[in-house]
Structures are given as structure tokens and as C-alpha cells.
T-cell receptor, first 114, second 115 residues
Framework: GAVVSQHPSRVICKSGTSVKIECRSL??????MFWYRQFPKQSLMLMAT?????????EQGVEKDKFLINHASLTLSTLTVTSAHPEDSSFYIC??????????FGPGTRLLVL | AQSVTQLGSHVSVSEGALVLLRCNYS??????LFWYVQYPNQGLQLLLK??????LVKGINGFEAEFKKSETSFHLTKPSAHMSDAAEYFC?????????????FGKGTKLSVKP
């Protein structure tokens, strides 16, 4: 089946620094990818829709200047958390739509901001 | 607007017992519904999906779910629980009612299986 990878799987950074998370569709192309955020013991919340060749669409309440999204190619979307703070610590998961009404999810990236 | 409600944040069953995880949805358009499973520190894996075909949907690992429009429900069941079924389960509906697109998730139900 279709595979989506994320890199890194885990990252620890200092407050004020920026962190880039990559999401790749390994064996299929995706003009659209989705970024979710999951707080401990909570559900996934959609942050934004990444669109290849155009600007990302952000959900209400998500700061687009803080969470920069770039859909560089048909197999790669990146999420950059700029000037990270401890409250940005979370589990970030991306997904890409495949065939048959199915979303394929990446394994997630755990971000810890000290 | 679409929404999903999962009743019970934590369900505990004995190995071999019936598993029933409840999901109710709200949708202004015909919904596409999904159940995902998440193991610790991992991403989500699709268990099954309802896309307006058969109302009884069979998925992987022996799970199935029945779409009941009259009850706006999509409960997940498995006749006999296995220890390996212990995980977090999420019910989801597509945000815009279509077959693709981003998903609205329920808060999840953690399933524990006792030996």
C-alpha cells in the first residue's frame, strides 16, 4: 500500500529556534497533503492543507506565520515551526490522499521545545 | 458542519470478549466515515471506511462497523478481542463531505484488553 514518511521522528530544540518537519509520499504523488497536530491524550486537530504549487490553507486559529508550510513537489511537503516555544511541543502528523478515498498517514514527529 | 462524537474515552475488555467502540456523527451531507487505529508513538492506520456503498463494512484485523443513518452512528465491533488490539481508536468524517479531503476526528477511545 501507499506509504507516507516523516522526518525526523523526534526532535528536541531550544525555545526560539525553528524546526522543519518533512512529509514525503514514497510511492505515489500527492498534490495535497494535510498537517495535523495531536496533543497528549487528545485527538488530531487539522492545522492546514498543503497544496502543491500554491499557498497552504490554514484552519481557523492556526498562525500561518508561525507554522510555515511549503509543498515543494508532488511528493514532499514541509512544516516549519518558527520561533518555537514550549507550548508548540506536540505530535505532528501529516497525511496524503491516496486511491480509494483513503488518507495515508505518516508515523508522526514528536517535537519537544525546551 | 461535520462532527464526530466518540462515547467513552476508555474501554476495557477481557481477551476473547466482544469489542464495541461507539461513534456518532453529524453531517450536513452524506458522510464518508472512517475508523483509524493508533499504536503508541505511531501514526494512524486505517481500519475500515464507509463510502456510501454497503452499510456493513469489514476492515482489517477482524473489525467491522455498521453505518446506521437513522441513528447517525458508525460503531466499531470485533467479536473476540485480542491482546494486540490494545490501542487508541479514532472515528473520523471527511470535513467537506466528499470522499477525499481532510478529516474531522473524534477524541479517541483507548481500548485496553485484559488477559
Amino acid at each position: 500500500g501507499a506509504v507516507v514518511s516523516q522526518h525526523p521522528s523526534r526532535v528536541i530544540c531550544k525555545s526560539g529556534t525553528s524546526v522543519k518537519i518533512e512529509c514525503r509520499s514514497l510511492d505515489f504523488q500527492a498534490t495535497t497533503m494535510f498537517w495535523y497536530r495531536q496533543f497528549p491524550k487528545q485527538s488530531l486537530m487539522l492545522m492546514a492543507t498543503s497544496n502543491e504549487g500554491s499557498k497552504a490553507t490554514y484552519e481557523q486559529g492556526v498562525e500561518k506565520d508561525k507554522f510555515l508550510i511549503n509543498h515543494a513537489s508532488l511528493t514532499l511537503s514541509t512544516l516549519t515551526v518558527t520561533s518555537a516555544h514550549p507550548e508548540d511541543s506536540s505530535f505532528y502528523i501529516c497525511s496524503a490522499p491516496g486511491l480509494g478515498e483513503t488518507q495515508y498517514f505518516g508515523p508522526g514527529t514528536r517535537l519537544l521545545v525546551l | 458542519a461535520q462532527s464526530v462524537t466518540q462515547l467513552g474515552s476508555h474501554v476495557s475488555v477481557s481477551e476473547g470478549a466482544l469489542v464495541l467502540l461507539r461513534c456518532n456523527y453529524s453531517s450536513s451531507v452524506p458522510p464518508y466515515l472512517f475508523w483509524y487505529v493508533q499504536y503508541p508513538n505511531q501514526g494512524l492506520q486505517l481500519l475500515l471506511k464507509y463510502t456510501s456503498a454497503a452499510t456493513l463494512v469489514k476492515g482489517i484485523n477482524g473489525f467491522e462497523a455498521e453505518f446506521k443513518k437513522s441513528e447517525t452512528s458508525f460503531h466499531l465491533t470485533k467479536p473476540s478481542a485480542h491482546m494486540s488490539d490494545a490501542a487508541e481508536y479514532f472515528c473520523a468524517v471527511t470535513k467537506n463531505g466528499g470522499s477525499q479531503g481532510n478529516l474531522i476526528f473524534g477524541k479517541g477511545t483507548k481500548l485496553s484488553v485484559k488477559p
